[in-house]
């Protein structure tokens, strides 16, 4: 069912509920930050549009905050807060550059955000990631500020074909698949993955499984210029840095957490 649009566009209702329900399965999932926080997006079948979410938080988003974009960015219908509106184009790219790309998630699951705070790749030393699509783990792009065209060219640079997740260093996680449903699952996967991984730093660090196969994720991009040693961080003090970007919108308590956890993050002897 289609509803006339505010400016005269058709805008799809059966899109729009599709999305709202798929933001509440991803909060019901727990593979996301406490307050919620994050954005999802829908490709529109047979058309170069996505549908989605502008609001605050995944958590019991509005119906009336889903906007219709064109991906190239326009803003066909809805209202596009700025704050929301800086990611949009990592959403974008995606979709131009993975046609089967029918989902997008974007999320701060907090043990994921762990590993992209310490600029540290997720290996796979949970068989799920193999099962799902990730058999080199989730590599980790650089960072790059907020909505910036440097962002998006480090998610395209360390995106590994056919492996639909990415860390985003000092922000989050990125998952693309060609449905709402398998991106949820690896959306939980990877978290799953990271919380592991802290919690096997503790008896000495987690070793990936041997179903891992592929290139190895020391080849994933650490440094900014190809030659230059691998480091946990291009910037001295990274988890204080994402925990006052989240206190802007997440409240000190959360922003410790994230802390707390990237201090725990462990060297995975694999990759030494």
């Known amino acids: 069912m289609s509803v006339a649009g505010v400016r005269g566009v058709v805008v799809d209702k059966e899109l729009i509920d599709q999305l709202v329900e798929v933001a509440q399965r991803v909060v019901a999932s727990g593979a996301i930050s406490a307050n919620g926080h994050g954005n999802v997006s ?3 079948p047979g058309a170069h549009e996505m549908y989605f979410t502008a609001g605050p938080s995944l958590r019991n988003h509005a119906r009336s905050a889903v906007v219709r974009l064109g991906l190239d960015g326009t803003l066909l219908e809805g209202d596009l807060p700025p704050i929301q509106g800086a990611v949009v184009a990592m959403h974008t790219a995606m979709y131009e550059d993975h046609p089967d790309v029918g989902c997008v998630l974007h999320t701060h699951s907090p043990y994921a955000t762990a590993y992209a705070v310490a600029h540290r790749p997720i290996g796979c030393w949970v068989e799920a990631l193999a ?17 910036s065209e440097q962002a ?5 640079a360390a995106t590994i074909p056919g492996v639909p997740a990415v860390l985003l260093a ?3 996680v990125l998952v693309f698949h060609r449905t709402p449903e398998l991106a949820i699952q690896v959306g939980s996967i990877v978290e799953e993955a990271a919380q592991a991984g802290i919690n096997a730093g503790s008896i000495g660090g987690p070793v990936e499984s041997p179903r891992s196969s592929g290139p190895r994720l020391s080849s994933a991009p ?7 040693p691998r480091t946990r961080s291009r910037c001295p003090d990274c988890a204080s840095l994402v925990g006052d970007l989240l206190a ?5 308590g959360q922003a410790l957490e994230v802390r707390r956890l990237a201090l725990l993050v462990p060297s995975v002897r694999s990759m030494a």
């Open 42 to 44: 829908l490709r529109v």
């Open 131 to 147: 099962m799902f699509g990730l058999p080199t783990g989730a590599p980790v792009a650089e960072y790059g500020p907020r909505g």
């Open 152 to 156: 998006v060219g480090n998610i395209r």
């Open 170 to 172: 000092n922000h989050g």
């Open 222 to 228: 650490w440094s900014s210029r190809a030659g230059e």
């Open 248 to 252: 802007e919108t997440a409240g000190d």
